[in-house]
């Protein structure tokens, strides 16, 4: 009774085994020969941001808030692009690395060495009229942005006063 009735079980044995080669093969293939890459990561870092202790008036130069480093990478300045904004003002300035500050239209930060580590702490300050004593309190939005992979790395608000 069973003896004419043939099974499709090694087809389908040869079948798996033939597509379980190719794909180890292109595995291993992509692995040797680098296909994968190495994607760059943005760097992780805790950040607090502090009122600076000036008071804002109507002179240049006042420090507006402080960026501090509490944990994570050490953050390569030349890697990042720094946007602040006041919150209903309707005002924002980019801070751009150039070699040795962080330079914006209103805004600018000094840092030495071109690297921010754990335990720096970074003042903004104004070069020209960016707040002044009829805008504050006032609420201040920071986002720095890693440029090599577009990624923020932090955004938060502070009140200066």
């Known amino acids: 009774m069973w003896k004419d009735k043939r099974g499709v079980s090694p087809v389908i044995g040869v079948i798996l085994m033939v597509a379980i080669t190719v794909i180890l093969a292109a595995v291993i293939a992509s692995f040797v020969f680098g296909m994968g890459g190495k994607v760059k990561a ?13 008071m804002i008036g109507n002179e240049n130069n006042d420090s507006i808030f402080d960026i501090k480093h509490y944990g ?16 209903g003002l309707n005002k924002e300035d980019k801070l751009i690395w150039n ?20 335990g ?17 309190p006032a609420t201040i939005t920071l986002r720095i942005i890693h440029i090599p992979t577009n990624t923020i790395i932090f955004e938060g608000d502070v009140l200066v006063q």
């Open 99 to 118: 070699g040795t500050a962080f330079n914006g239209t209103y805004l600018a930060c000094n840092v030495p060495g071109g690297l921010i580590s754990v």
């Open 72 to 87: 994570g990478d050490t953050l390569k300045c030349d890697e990042l692009k720094l946007i602040v904004s006041v919150k």
């Open 120 to 136: 720096d702490t970074v003042t903004v300050a104004e070069k020209s009229a960016f707040l002044n004593s009829n805008d504050v």
């Open 42 to 54: 943005a760097p992780n870092a805790q950040i607090m941001l502090e009122d600076s202790d000036d």
